[in-house]
């Protein structure tokens, strides 16, 4: 009998441990704050890039029922001066993501709860009216975004997007 007891608690402690996601699903509670963007990348293939370089910064406001959302290069020059040149102002655009939109939780699955956003202004009008999909997990401190998939407008790629955050001070 102690050994079928003792057998017991080893299986149990022996038994794969699931990820925390899936076993608690993600809650809109969980989501509200701000967050600080940690990482950034698309992947097309098997090819990963780092759209807006590898040292990105921004934040992600998310409330009840809306969020917001700025990321940039971190390494990106400093113009000249106030008044933009030309090749700053396109350089400018090139590095930083800003938009904004309600938002709608959907089904938990096992990468997250599906988040579904409807932009509604945006710093560029090829995602203007779009609706972005996201699969979201939050993890202690941090929180994970992956998209099934999106047109990247700076190349025009359909890419897997993943970024990682952690709460703002």
């Known amino acids: 009998m102690k050994t079928l007891w003792l057998a017991g608690i080893f299986l149990a402690l022996a038994a794969p441990v699931s990820p925390a996601f899936s076993a608690e699903p993600t809650t809109r509670d969980q989501l509200v704050g701000t967050w600080r963007f ?3 990348t698309a992947t097309s293939g098997d090819r990963v890039t780092y759209q807006l370089g590898e040292h990105i910064d921004g934040y992600l406001t998310i409330t009840s029922d809306r969020l917001w959302l700025l990321v940039f ?12 040149s030309d090749a700053e102002a396109v350089a400018m655009f090139k590095t930083q993501i800003a938009w904004t939109g309600k938002y709608e939780l959907g089904d938990q ?11 509604d202004a945006a710093s560029s009008q090829a995602i203007f009216g779009a609706q972005r999909v996201y699969f979201v997990r939050v993890e202690g401190d941090k929180v994970f975004f992956k998209s099934p998939g999106v047109i990247i407008p700076n190349t025009g790629e359909k890419s897997v997007v993943d970024f990682e955050m952690v709460k703002a001070n």
């Open 38 to 40: 940690v990482k950034l």
């Open 73 to 84: 290069d971190a390494t990106r020059k400093t113009p000249s001066s106030p008044a933009l």
């Open 109 to 119: 699955t096992p990468e997250g709860v599906k988040l579904i956003a409807h932009v």
